[in-house]
């Protein structure tokens, strides 16, 4: 029996030291070439090598995989393929097999529910060693009385409902498993909300029952409860003892984390935890309350101008906000949904992600970009809107806002490609943490944690505030592709700028320059 105990402990050294030594070798292999080429939108590039900032690398504790893997974006293909294959390597010394997928847990507590009174949940992948969480609220615009309600139970149930909920979800972008498509989060813990209150992520209001009471609500909007109940659950698998605690958000849920984001931090305080540093990824939320192009009627959804829309909304929904903004617009809490009004009021750190030409803004807007060019007085709304977003992101330290028509980003596959003066968005948010963790120790000196006082300096050769200067729609060269919505075929941004009844006599005019040149830097996509 002891002779069979000593062969299985030399047998489990061996395997250490195969390990260990696959470890050295696959570490040790020499570096990737100077350039890789990477495909976005179907059309492959060329990247050459950056030189990365001088800088030391910063390890908070025993968190696992902190490299800074953003700073070698031109070969990172290669360099990603060293990677897997030191993985696929040491994939015998674990006894678990490797999950990519998120897995749907529902709520214990069944009294958080979806709008229909289905139970509510989440999706999650947990890394074993990761002090890093990340929690994100999926979009969906919303609906604001009744009838929009009823009409968007018929049309969008999964929006409603987790009756037909897959069991699994894969994580893309930020959420992504993959180092190669997701260089500063791929090994964090993932845990994916579905949005199912249609609330933006706000309510506190349960299913009413019309057979006791004279509610006028056949629906549930729980938003903010469903928040606060899959925090609960998330301390007893390993929250409780994180570092750092992303909560973010694309669309609806991008507005939802501006709602959110001191409350989580709040609740975790009140558990016991606050250790725990809660910050903010807001993609895609941040609204204007602006004058439509064209005005209607409050009749549904996407006809409804957005201001009017929240006003019944925030009644319907039982709404709640945060309690600076309430303190700060008693009576018309409703001015809370838009960024730029609650983003001074908040205590926690939150980066913002907003194209300068959000679709779903001109949906709002009435600015409806069809089959049709647009005319003058559209092209003229569409570029002053670009210009209201920059002011009003004007003293957001954090942020990244490029000059393109769509909408939401990070859990896109092509998140990485896209650029704002040179610097990509996982690149700034690994600049950004590196920020807090710099202000994080200046503030504990100065005993201030709110995030609007002693901030440090930027780090030379790590942008975090990144707002495009060019005038119209795509005239970033890196903008996501454009296709004409009507044949699906590819647009070039000449194509696409004259679609949008783009008069490149008079914008030459107005920049100051030659009409040959600026239709020379539209070709080249300059």
């Given at each position: 029996?002891?002779?069979?105990?000593?062969?299985?402990?030399?047998?489990?050294?061996?395997?250490?030291?195969?390990?260990?030594?696959?470890?050295?070798i696959q570490v040790s292999a020499p570096t990737?070439?100077?350039?890789?080429?990477?495909?976005?939108?179907?059309?492959?590039?060329?990247?050459?090598?950056?030189?990365?900032?001088?800088?030391?690398?910063?390890?908070?504790?025993?968190?696992?995989?902190?490299?800074?893997?953003?700073?070698?974006?031109?070969?990172?293909?290669?360099?990603?393929?060293?990677?897997?294959?030191?993985?696929?390597?040491?994939?015998?010394?674990?006894?678990?097999?490797?999950?990519?997928?998120?897995?749907?847990?529902?709520?214990?507590?069944?009294?958080?529910?979806?709008?229909?009174?289905?139970?509510?949940?989440?999706?999650?992948?947990?890394?074993?060693?990761?002090?890093?969480?990340?929690?994100?609220?999926?979009?969906?615009?919303?609906?604001?009385?009744?009838?929009?309600?009823?009409?968007?139970?018929?049309t969008m149930r999964r929006l409603m409902s987790?009756?037909?909920?897959?069991?699994?979800?894969?994580?893309?972008?930020?959420?992504?498993?993959?180092?190669?498509?997701?260089?500063?989060?791929?090994?964090?813990?993932?845990?994916?909300?579905?949005?199912?209150?249609?609330?933006?992520?706000?309510?506190?209001?349960?299913?009413?029952?019309?057979?006791?009471?004279?509610?006028?609500?056949?629906?549930a909007f729980m938003g903010s409860l469903i928040?606060?109940?899959?925090?609960?659950?998330?301390?007893?698998?390993?929250?409780?003892?994180?570092?750092?605690?992303?909560?973010?958000?694309?669309?609806?849920?991008?507005?939802?984390?501006?709602?959110?984001?001191?409350?989580?931090?709040?609740?975790?305080?009140?558990?016991?935890?606050?250790?725990?540093?809660?910050?903010?990824?807001?993609?895609?939320?941040?609204?204007?309350?602006?004058?439509?192009?064209?005005?209607?009627?409050?009749?549904?959804?996407?006809?409804?101008?957005?201001?009017?829309?929240?006003?019944?909304?925030?009644?319907?929904?039982?709404?709640?906000?945060?309690?600076?903004?309430?303190?700060?617009?008693?009576?018309?809490?409703?001015?809370?949904?838009?960024?730029?009004?609650?983003?001074?009021?908040?205590?926690?750190?939150?980066?913002?992600?907003?194209?300068?030409?959000?679709?779903?803004?001109?949906?709002?807007?009435?600015?409806?970009?069809?089959?049709?060019?647009?005319?003058?007085?559209?092209?003229?709304?569409?570029?002053?809107?670009?210009?209201?977003?920059?002011?009003?992101?004007?003293?957001?330290?954090?942020?990244?806002?490029?000059?393109?028509?769509?909408?939401?980003?990070?859990?896109?596959?092509?998140?990485?490609?896209?650029?704002?003066?040179?610097?990509?968005?996982?690149?700034?948010?690994?600049?950004?943490?590196?920020?807090?963790?710099?202000?994080?120790?200046?503030?504990?000196?100065?005993?201030?944690?709110?995030?609007?006082?002693?901030?440090?300096?930027?780090?030379?050769?790590?942008?975090?505030?990144?707002?495009?200067?060019?005038?119209?729609?795509?005239?970033?060269?890196?903008?996501?592709?454009?296709?004409?919505?009507?044949?699906?075929?590819?647009?070039?941004?000449?194509?696409?700028?004259?679609?949008?009844?783009?008069?490149?006599?008079?914008?030459?005019?107005?920049?100051?320059?030659?009409?040959?040149?600026?239709?020379?830097?539209?070709?080249?996509?300059?």
């Amino acid at each position: 029996m002891r002779s069979r105990g000593l062969e299985r402990r030399s047998g489990g050294l061996s395997v250490v030291r195969s390990c260990l030594l696959l470890l050295f070798i696959q570490v040790s292999a020499p570096t990737a070439p100077a350039e890789a080429r990477r495909v976005r939108g179907g059309r492959a590039q060329t990247r050459r090598v950056q030189p990365s900032p001088p800088h030391r690398e910063r390890v908070e504790g025993a968190e696992s995989f902190p490299l800074d893997f953003t700073a070698v974006e031109g070969n990172m293909d290669n360099f990603m393929i060293q990677i897997k294959n030191l993985a696929q390597s040491l994939y015998p010394c674990s006894a678990q097999k490797l999950d990519q997928d998120m897995k749907l847990h529902f709520l214990k507590n069944v009294s958080v529910t979806c709008n229909d009174g289905s139970p509510a949940g989440y999706y999650i992948k947990e890394s074993k060693g990761s002090k890093r969480w990340l929690v994100f609220l999926e979009g969906g615009w919303y609906c604001f009385n009744r009838q929009t309600c009823d009409g968007r139970y018929e049309t969008m149930r999964r929006l409603m409902s987790s009756t037909k909920w897959p069991q699994t979800r894969t994580g893309t972008g930020i959420l992504s498993p993959q180092p190669e498509e997701n260089p500063h989060w791929w090994n964090a813990n993932m845990v994916f909300i579905p949005y199912c209150s249609s609330d933006v992520w706000s309510g506190a209001t349960a299913k009413t029952d019309h057979s006791k009471t004279q509610q006028t609500s056949d629906y549930a909007f729980m938003g903010s409860l469903i928040i606060k109940e899959v925090v609960n659950e998330l301390l007893t698998k390993g929250l409780d003892n994180a570092k750092v605690l992303l909560l973010a958000g694309s669309s609806a849920g991008g507005t939802g984390v501006l709602l959110n984001v001191d409350h989580v931090a709040e609740q975790l305080v009140s558990l016991g935890h606050p250790g725990v540093r809660v910050r903010g990824l807001a993609d895609s939320g941040w609204f204007l309350d602006n004058k439509q192009y064209r005005f209607t009627d409050c009749l549904d959804t996407i006809s409804c101008a957005p201001t009017e829309a929240i006003k019944r909304g925030i009644r319907y929904w039982g709404g709640l906000v945060p309690e600076n903004c309430r303190q700060a617009h008693v009576g018309e809490e409703w001015n809370c949904f838009f960024g730029y009004k609650v983003y001074p009021t908040l205590k926690s750190p939150v980066f913002v992600v907003q194209w300068l030409f959000d679709e779903a803004q001109l949906t709002v807007d009435n600015i409806h970009l069809t089959g049709q060019p647009v005319h003058e007085g559209q092209w003229r709304y569409i570029q002053n809107l670009g210009h209201e977003l920059r002011s009003t992101l004007r003293d957001v330290p954090a942020m990244f806002a490029p000059a393109c028509l769509s909408h939401e980003l990070i859990t896109r596959t092509y998140w990485m490609d896209i650029q704002v003066k040179g610097t990509s968005l996982p690149r700034a948010l690994h600049c950004w943490d590196r920020s807090l963790q710099d202000n994080l120790h200046i503030n504990s000196s100065h005993g201030n944690h709110n995030h609007q006082n002693h901030k440090a300096p930027p780090t030379r050769g790590c942008p975090l505030h990144l707002i495009d200067s060019c005038p119209w729609p795509h005239c970033n060269p890196t903008c996501p592709t454009i296709r004409d919505q009507l044949t699906g075929q590819e647009m070039s941004v000449i194509q696409f700028l004259k679609h949008l009844g783009f008069d490149v006599q008079k914008m030459a005019q107005q920049q100051g320059m030659d009409p040959g040149k600026l239709l020379g830097m539209l070709n080249n996509g300059n």
